[in-house]
């Protein structure tokens, strides 16, 4: 039985698979990683064989859930849940964001930012879909909010069974001219990216930070105003007309307080 402190423990193991795998690292220094890997949460776990033997596992590594399902949706689809908000960060944008493809497509990816081979969910058709919307709703700079109903698939893995009626919104945290112009002219200076012309080296990426080693040394970590900027966008895309009046009018004038 896993405890509150275990799961804690595990939540915030997302290093972890990177030090199992090695990586690019040179086949030597490999076995170092692993043993640093040991620094992470691992447990001995049941099973239950058909004879009723109940037989305890060797100690198995247990990691963040962005291994597999890097948004959390599994376990709302297990609950046949109808309504969802999935808030997507990443560090590419939508058209190249393999995660968010997994969910449409069992990719061929097994890899130390994890296994997307066994998470698809959603017709394949709904994925052009949902490029063909985002790619709509952003052109003219507007926030990376669409909405869309769709059908869940089975998937055995996640204790999935099939249901009509899913109505989710994506909410891509990509770049929008509407949020920049209503920044103070500093802030869109830094944005800028070029050092000579006043942009900051921090913001080179925004919004697409790396989960691993964006402010190197630091294997994790992002600096104040790295994350509040990027919190700004997050709140503008669903608090600005265009994203609150999508959400509302999808889900019914319940979801959202009026103003």
Same mark, same amino acid.
């Given at each position: 039985?896993?405890?509150?402190?275990? #799961?804690?423990?595990?939540?915030?193991?997302? @290093?972890?698979?990177?030090?199992?795998?090695?990586?690019?690292?040179?086949?030597?220094?490999?076995?170092?990683?692993?043993?640093?890997?040991?620094?992470?949460?691992?447990? $001995?776990?049941?099973?239950? $064989? +058909?004879?009723?033997?109940? #037989?305890?596992?060797?100690?198995? @590594?247990?990691?963040?859930?962005?291994?597999?399902?890097?948004?959390?949706?599994?376990?709302?689809?297990? $609950?046949?849940?109808?309504?969802?908000?999935?808030?997507?960060?990443?560090?590419?944008?939508?058209?190249?964001?393999?995660?968010?493809?997994?969910?449409?497509?069992?990719?061929?990816?097994?890899?130390?930012?994890?296994?997307?081979?066994?998470?698809?969910?959603?017709?394949? +058709?709904?994925? $052009?879909?949902?490029?063909?919307?985002?790619?709509?709703?952003?052109?003219?700079?507007?926030?990376?909010?669409?909405?869309?109903?769709?059908?869940?698939?089975?998937?055995?893995?996640?204790?999935?069974?099939?249901?009509?009626?899913?109505?989710?919104?994506?909410?891509?945290?990509? @770049?929008?001219?509407?949020w920049e112009a209503q920044l103070p002219d500093a802030i869109r200076t830094w944005l800028n990216g070029d050092p000579k012309k006043g942009g900051l080296k921090s913001?080179?990426?925004? @919004?697409?930070?790396?989960?691993?080693?964006?402010?190197?040394?630091?294997l994790i970590k992002l600096d104040a105003l790295q994350v509040n900027l990027l919190a700004n966008l997050s709140a503008w895309a669903i608090t600005t007309d265009a994203?609150?009046?999508?959400?509302?009018?999808?889900?019914?004038?319940? #979801?959202?307080?009026?103003?």
């Amino acid at each position: 039985m896993f405890t509150l402190a275990d #799961v804690i423990a595990s939540s915030g193991a997302a @290093p972890q698979l990177q030090l199992l795998l090695g990586g690019d690292v040179p086949a030597k220094a490999r076995a170092a990683l692993a043993q640093a890997a040991g620094a992470f949460p691992s447990f $001995r776990t049941l099973a239950v $064989r +058909e004879d009723s033997a109940v #037989v305890q596992s060797a100690e198995l @590594p247990h990691g963040d859930g962005g291994f597999t399902d890097n948004l959390g949706l599994m376990p709302l689809l297990a $609950r046949r849940v109808k309504h969802i908000i999935a808030f997507v960060n990443s560090n590419q944008p939508f058209t190249s964001n393999d995660q968010l493809q997994s969910y449409f497509f069992p990719l061929a990816v097994r890899t130390g930012s994890g296994d997307k081979s066994m998470n698809a969910v959603f017709p394949k +058709e709904k994925y $052009r879909e949902l490029l063909d919307g985002l790619d709509r709703v952003t052109k003219d700079g507007g926030p990376a909010v669409f909405c869309a109903t769709t059908s869940v698939l089975e998937n055995e893995l996640y204790n999935i069974a099939p249901y009509d009626g899913l109505k989710v919104c994506w909410v891509y945290n990509a @770049p929008a001219s509407s949020w920049e112009a209503q920044l103070p002219d500093a802030i869109r200076t830094w944005l800028n990216g070029d050092p000579k012309k006043g942009g900051l080296k921090s913001l080179r990426h925004f @919004p697409y930070y790396a989960t691993f080693a964006e402010n190197r040394p630091y294997l994790i970590k992002l600096d104040a105003l790295q994350v509040n900027l990027l919190a700004n966008l997050s709140a503008w895309a669903i608090t600005t007309d265009a994203g609150r009046s999508r959400i509302r009018e999808f889900f019914g004038d319940d #979801v959202l307080p009026g103003r």
